[in-house]
């Protein structure tokens, strides 16, 4: 297959999976996320039912994926953007809190429908896991192939952290606040509770980072 035959094919798979989740948002906002089966997604959308489970495994992840979309494309071009001379760590946390707390991914709309559903909410979390591939590519930029396991590990770190933190602020009953109508409040702030779980990581980032260095500098 030809480089322009692959590079169509993966635009028009980025188009099916846009068109999904921008099918999946209209709908859950204007029939409630509960009353959204995968085959009116698919029929929105203008594609198989089978297709759809080519893309996302339930109407939640598509739903969240609305709101979360090329989030961890992002965080790894912000990283990759970051001047070498600062900290590997100091970057990672600055990218994750920058993309995190964007004012667009935090919509009222969307922050509403996310935390009224326990299962939207969970979702949410759980799409926390998509910044790992992504983010191995930034981190092991930073620290040469020779050390992609290495970046492997720090970014599945990172991404843990991060759903750590996601989940105290919406998951967690004991983090949040619940109001009638069974919405829970996000609780504490987000850019904090990041940062806090972030750091406990910050060691083996700098540890990973000068053992990097001396061949990054041959």
Same mark, same amino acid.
């Given at each position: 297959?030809?480089?322009?035959?692959?590079?169509?094919?993966?635009?028009?798979?980025?188009?099916?999976?846009? +068109?999904?989740?921008?099918a999946a948002w209209r709908l859950a906002l204007e029939r409630g996320p509960d009353?959204?089966?995968?085959?009116?997604?698919?029929?929105?959308?203008?594609?198989?039912?089978?297709?759809?489970?080519?893309?996302?495994?339930?109407?939640?992840?598509?739903?969240?994926?609305?709101?979360?979309?090329?989030?961890?494309?992002?965080?790894?071009?912000?990283?990759? $953007?970051?001047?070498?001379?600062?900290?590997?760590?100091?970057?990672? +946390?600055? +990218?994750?809190?920058?993309?995190?707390?964007?004012?667009?991914?935090?919509?009222?709309?969307?922050?509403?429908?996310?935390?009224?559903?326990?299962?939207?909410?969970?979702?949410?979390?759980?799409?926390?896991?998509?910044?790992?591939?992504?983010?191995?590519?930034?981190?092991?930029?930073?620290?040469?192939?020779?050390?992609?396991?290495? $970046?492997?590990?720090?970014? $599945?770190?990172?991404?843990?952290?991060?759903?750590? $933190?996601?989940?105290?602020?919406?998951?967690?009953?004991?983090?949040?606040?619940?109001?009638?109508?069974?919405?829970?409040?996000?609780?504490?702030?987000?850019?904090?509770?990041?940062?806090?779980?972030?750091?406990?990581?910050?060691?083996?980032?700098?540890?990973?980072?000068?053992?990097?260095?001396?061949?990054?500098?041959?």
């Amino acid at each position: 297959m030809t480089a322009g035959r692959t590079g169509l094919r993966e635009q028009k798979k980025q188009a099916t999976r846009q +068109a999904l989740r921008e099918a999946a948002w209209r709908l859950a906002l204007e029939r409630g996320p509960d009353n959204v089966r995968v085959d009116d997604i698919a029929e929105a959308a203008g594609v198989s039912p089978r297709t759809y489970n080519n893309y996302y495994s339930s109407r939640e992840q598509a739903i969240v994926a609305a709101v979360t979309a090329e989030r961890e494309s992002r965080v790894a071009a912000a990283i990759a $953007a970051r001047p070498d001379d600062v900290r590997l760590a100091d970057a990672v +946390a600055d +990218a994750i809190v920058e993309q995190y707390t964007d004012p667009g991914a935090q919509d009222g709309d969307a922050l509403l429908l996310i935390t009224t559903s326990p299962a939207l909410r969970e979702a949410f979390v759980d799409a926390a896991a998509a910044i790992e591939h992504p983010l191995t590519d930034a981190i092991a930029g930073r620290l040469g192939d020779a050390h992609r396991d290495t $970046a492997r590990v720090l970014a $599945a770190s990172v991404a843990a952290a991060v759903r750590v $933190a996601l989940d105290r602020w919406v998951g967690s009953p004991a983090a949040a606040s619940s109001v009638a109508g069974g919405l829970v409040v996000p609780s504490g702030s987000l850019p904090g509770l990041l940062r806090a779980a972030l750091a406990p990581l910050a060691p083996a980032l700098d540890a990973a980072e000068r053992r990097a260095a001396p061949a990054r500098h041959d």
